[in-house]
């Protein structure tokens, strides 16, 4: 089935509240088979919401449709990579066993989940650290397992929560080919980011939240000075690119 006409990711009017503190009101948004970064400020809603497109949290008001179902029935076709301040990293467990959580919750691991695990760990350039206790890695290197581990299992859509916080940057680069690959090869990505401009020129849609929807578009319709102001307040100054790229400077305060 193909995606590419706004139907891979429906959200109508979503709203969630944590013990009625509000943490998204109206967010609409469709996408489809494309490259979706998530913006906002510290605390805006963005791990919420994709808790939401995950199935993980469902929302208190409107609808969210992924490939067409409910979210939670869908979540083998989902790679997702959470943001790391929610992820345990001194539990004792290989590197590759970190990865095979991402294939198969099954007890019996099999030659194919192996065989697989090894691939996302090559494409990462750490297939030489499989036997390696996770949590005597590096913070770069931790964020390049939980990557392998959201694409090990092929997955037709990949979600990341900041994967870039505290990435040393030959990792980033890494993880970077190795998203552009999957991109070019047809998988739709949405990535919740603090920067934006490493990334900015292979973006298709942007969506800035304050809780509300501020906007969203593609990303010179979104990533204007006066539309910025409105998520993050003060004033954010955007350079043009030689290439026609508008380019936000939001300095490391916000979130
Ligand atoms: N489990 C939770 N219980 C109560 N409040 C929460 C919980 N998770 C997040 N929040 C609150 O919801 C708001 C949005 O949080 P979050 O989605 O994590 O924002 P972001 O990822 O943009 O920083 C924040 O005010 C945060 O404090
Ligand atoms: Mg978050």
């Known amino acids: ?3 590419g006409e706004d139907s891979l990711i429906e959200a109508q009017n979503i709203s969630f509240s944590y013990n009625g503190n509000v943490a998204l009101r109206n967010v609409t948004f469709s996408i489809g088979n494309e490259f979706m970064v998530i913006m906002g400020p ?18 208190h008001g409107g609808t969210i449709k992924v490939f067409g179902k409910s979210p939670e029935k869908v979540r083998d076709k989902i790679g997702y990579m959470p943001q790391k ?3 345990a990293r001194h539990f004792p467990i290989r590197a590759i066993d970190v990865v095979l959580m991402g294939i198969s919750s099954k007890k ?14 090559r494409e990462v350039g750490l297939e030489h650290v499989w036997n ?4 005597r890695l590096s913070g770069g290197q931790q964020q390049r397992i939980m990557f392998a581990r959201a694409i090990a299992k092929e997955p037709s859509l990949i979600i990341m929560d900041e994967p870039f916080n505290g990435v040393d940057l030959p990792s980033r680069e890494k993880i970077m080919n190795a998203l552009r690959r999957r991109m070019r090869a047809g998988t ?4 919740v980011l603090h920067n934006i401009n490493p990334v900015l020129h292979y973006v ?3 969506l800035l939240l304050n809780k509300e929807m501020i906007a969203f578009g593609k990303p010179n319709e979104v990533l204007t000075e006066s539309i910025l102001q409105k998520a993050y307040g003060g004033s954010v100054s955007v350079v043009v690119c030689e290439e026609g790229y508008w380019h936000p400077l939001i300095g490391d305060t916000h979130g």
């Open 85 to 87: 301040e929610n992820i």
């Open 188 to 191: 739709a990505v949405v990535a």
């Open 132 to 135: 390696k206790p996770f949590g």
């Open 108 to 121: 019996f691991i099999g030659k194919e989940e192996i065989k697989k695990a090894r691939d996302a760990l």
């Open 204 to 206: 298709n849609k942007v």
């Open 1 to 3: 089935m193909h995606y």
């Open 42 to 59: 510290n605390g805006s809603g963005k791990t919420t919401l994709v808790k939401i497109i995950m199935g993980l949290l469902k929302p």
